[in-house]
């Protein structure tokens, strides 16, 4: 899987739009990136996944580079239940099923009331 | 559709001990995989387990072993527990539609080794 790269930590108010921005430049064609994100002390949550088009679900959109080595994973109005680490994964499958998702270190977001 | 279910929530044992931790996937989902969380390691695959069978394996020592039921429930086993074994262990269901795969976490067992 291809390696990721997110900054490790950013503040956002809330109400206001986060963008999380995540850098994948070595993914291939057909890795899909994949959001999850961890609230503390409870099990990681998907959010959302693409591979090439931009990506919208009631959760966030997610935004990809036409030359795909990037992308942005948007909150359209944050809240404080939104404060998280947020994981950007790049991720190819095998025929053989899965072989766990790599998780980096994420982006703690932390939304200010 | 009931979420991730994990028992117990909460686990204390000593070193040496051995432990037992269940998962339920989600109703239809085939595919379970545990995670290890710990404040230096983050989140690492253990393994995963398909209709029964262990198909992928991460880096972990023979301690660490799991088995999936007829059901889809699956339990994991660690045994001659060491304090670095305290950690958050995490269970995810998964579903696949051809190359995409999704995983849905339960809310994980937090273990203390003393």
């Known amino acids: 899987d291809a390696k990721t790269t997110q900054p490790p930590s950013m503040d956002c108010a809330e109400g206001r739009a986060a963008n999380l921005p995540c850098n994948h430049s070595t993914i291939s064609g057909n890795e899909y990136v994949y959001w999850y994100r961890q609230i503390h002390s409870q099990g990681p949550q998907y959010i959302i996944h693409g591979l090439k088009n931009n990506e919208t679900n009631e959760m966030a959109s997610l935004i990809i580079t036409e030359d795909r080595k990037s992308s942005t994973l948007i909150l359209p109005h944050a809240t404080l239940r939104d404060t998280a680490v947020y994981y950007c994964i790049v991720r190819l499958l095998s025929r053989g099923g899965a072989d766990g998702l790599t998780f980096g270190k994420g982006t703690h977001l932390i939304i200010q009331p | 559709k009931a979420g991730v279910t994990q028992t117990p929530r909460y686990l204390i044992k000593t070193r040496g001990q051995q432990v037992t931790l269940s998962c339920s996937p989600i109703?239809?989902?085939?595919?379970v995989s545990w995670y290890q969380q710990t404040p230096g390691q983050g989140l690492q695959f253990l393994f995963e387990y398909f209709s029964e069978t262990q198909r992928n394996k991460g880096n972990f020592p023979g301690r660490f072993s799991g088995r999936q039921f007829s059901n889809s429930r699956s339990e994991m086993n660690v045994s001659t527990l060491e304090l670095g074994d305290s950690a958050l262990y995490l269970c995810?269901?998964?579903?696949?539609?051809?190359?995409?795969?999704?995983?849905?976490f339960g809310p994980g067992t937090r273990l203390l080794v003393l």
């Open positions: 109703s239809g989902h085939r595919s």
């Open positions: 995810a269901s998964t579903v696949r539609q051809g190359a995409v795969e999704t995983q849905y």
